[in-house]
């Protein structure tokens, strides 16, 4: 009972967290803390962290279909939006009816979603109501799924090897790790789930203890340049790369000069925007390289911005923000945010970061 009464107030703290923090960095911070270090034992590669509330931009979108310039889906955009990026992925190359069949889930069950990832290694929790938690329930008992007691709390599971992959398993509709077939704890407390691919990893973040991933420097340096982000909306969602040895996705820069990147997508009611900041390495003057991406912004990206972004540094990181008017897309997506990925995608960035002077001068 004990025990029991610890995962209550766990989960009350992984509910409350998100919702009190209003900031980028704040959420990120959030989501970072609840998961120790040691959770992500077992992991290999670059460390993968989302946070998202389709509830930030679902109103947004209902009021475009409104007005006739998107679709009437508010639910989908809300999820692709807010998603954290593994499942984001799964999202947008998959119809509604497939991941509800896989999961039982809807995209209008992507509100307060957050996951961080490392190789084989997922952990994530997400707002569960009762109907979508009747429909999860019932998908994953389909799907053989047993439930029995933890600690006093409900678990959910399938797979008996931690971490370890399953071709019977995979279903590329399954976002929660199902594209490789891995494992999945699930457990339920209140009205969020929480579920990881391994039982060590799901008990730490049910029990914290040891150090966190917010306490490493790379992630810290990520988080301040969030905090130099002025108030651009209401966030919809924070996505956050750490290199941790291993390749990011930004072409030109798998293995450098790039150790971390984080992108943050706002809404507002007529206008929205987006930040990306990226963690250089150690001894880079940050200063000079923002002087001279700010002078080279009009060529960062094959398309013009909707704004002129502007440019701050500091604490090893580069903060670019920028903002735009509600565009004609009626939130279907957001178009500050979709040209930092631009930037990120088209290689002119890295190039001029590869060969600048001030890099680990």
Known sequence: MMFR????SVCLGLMAGPSMAQGAADRLQTILSNVPVAALDGGEGAIIAGFGNGD???????RGAQAGV?????????????????QQAVIAATPDEAIRAAVGLNPGDWVNTWEVAQGDVRIGAMDIFPDSEMRLRGALFVRGFTEE??????????????????????DPANPFGGEDGLPMRMTFLGDRAIWATGWDALDLVLSPSGDRLSSRADAQSVING???????????????????????????????PIEGFALADYANRESEGAALVLHLPERTDVEAVAASLSDAWPILALNEP???????????SITISLR????????????????LQDVLNGGRLTHLLRNHPAMGG
């Open 226 to 256: 969030l905090r130099r982000v002025g108030n651009l909306g209401g966030l919809v969602s924070v996505r956050c790369w750490l290199r941790n040895g291993a390749d990011l996705p930004i072409p030109g820069a798998e293995r450098g």
């Open 5 to 8: 009464g610890l995962l209550l």
């Open 324 to 339: 735009s008017d509600w565009g004609e897309d009626g939130a279907a997506a957001n178009q500050a945010y979709l040209w």
């Open 149 to 170: 007691e933890r600690g006093g709390a409900p678990v959910m599971w399938q797979g008996e090897a931690d971490l370890r992959g399953d071709p019977a398993r995979v």
């Open 306 to 316: 909707p704004s002129d972004p502007e440019f701050s540094a500091g604490a090893g």
């Open 56 to 62: 930030a931009v679902r109103w947004i979108a209902v």
């Open 70 to 86: 998107n679709p009437n889906t508010p639910n989908r955009f809300a999820a692709l939006r807010s998603a954290p990026p593994l």
